[in-house]
């Protein structure tokens, strides 16, 4: 990739249920929103979006019908990860015939995987896709922190486009960009690391809290990309409380808790996911309802 596939937000949008199916009136609410507040990148199926508990039927015709709705401007990032590497293949190669613009593929999770076999199951989707494909390294989800060296490599195979760094290490930004290309993108995958990361050569940021709030989440990542530092840490602090509360219990249960809250129906958590707490969720209703 010879320039960033995106700058600025990118929103992992919710998938919202409906007598427990996907409600794709609601998927088209959402994204309408998401433009209208200037946001041109979104995730779906990913962690937000409770990919664990979508069958392969449906993360497609979530990709194909989000396609659809969008703005022919508007990336549709298709979450394709596995665990196993045959399946993820298989995956990427529908979510491109389903109209999916990029992919977003997280490390796999259980298995960890040495280095030889992360390199190898990236490689194999890329070899696999014409997509350009972002790789997502959480490793408070999938007990594996992918090493430098990992990405070193692969960010030599032509479509792989970056990484989604959503490690608690900030450093690893500085080290991703000392040991690879400028052509091999850094995304912050924390909200709260979003501004910090973007001053240390990060492109933008994966958010989870712009389901909620877009348009302030993009204001403060194109004024951190503008270099006007001073208004992306104001905005970035004024939005701290809001911030933690989307982490106060596992995401996406407080997100979509706060989507309701804001009037977007998106139905509960798929089990094994539970509702928000009581307490969790006045403390929500104190910052949002005033």
Request: with cysteine; hydrophobic share 40%.
């Amino acid at each position: 990739m010879t320039r960033p596939l995106f700058t600025g937000v990118c929103t992992a949008l919710v998938t919202p249920f409906l007598n427990g199916k996907i409600n794709f009136p609601m998927v088209r609410q959402l994204i309408r929103r998401q433009e209208d507040a200037g946001i041109r990148a979104m995730v779906l199926a990913g962690t937000t979006g409770e990919a664990p508990t979508l069958s392969d039927r449906e993360k497609l015709e979530l990709f194909e019908k989000a396609r659809q709705y969008a703005s022919s401007d508007t990336l549709i990032i298709a979450g394709t990860g596995s665990n196993c590497t045959a399946h993820a293949v298989e995956l990427s190669k529908a979510a491109e015939a389903a109209g999916a613009n990029a992919l977003l593929v997280v490390s796999p999770y259980y298995n960890k995987a040495n280095p030889d076999g992360l390199f190898s199951h990236y490689l194999s989707i890329a070899h696999a896709t014409s997509l350009p494909i972002i790789l997502y390294n959480v490793p408070s989800r999938t007990g594996l922190d992918m090493p430098i060296s990992v990405y070193q490599r692969l960010s030599r195979i032509p479509n792989i486009a970056g990484v989604k760094e959503a490690s608690t290490d900030i450093t690893k930004i500085t080290k991703i960009r000392n040991a690879c290309p400028r052509t091999f993108t850094v995304w912050s995958g924390n909200d709260d690391q979003a501004v910090p990361a973007i001053s240390l050569g990060a492109q933008g940021l994966i958010s989870v809290v712009s389901n909620v709030a877009p348009y302030e989440t993009a204001s403060m990542c194109d004024a951190a990309l503008d270099g006007d530092l001073d208004t992306a840490t104001t905005l970035q602090t004024d939005m701290q409380a809001l911030i933690e509360a989307m982490f106060r219990e596992v995401n996406p249960i407080p997100v979509k808790a706060a989507m309701e809250l804001l009037g977007y129906d998106c139905g509960p958590c798929r089990l094994p996911l539970g509702k928000l707490s009581k307490e969790n969720m006045q403390h929500l209703k104190d910052l949002l309802i005033s």
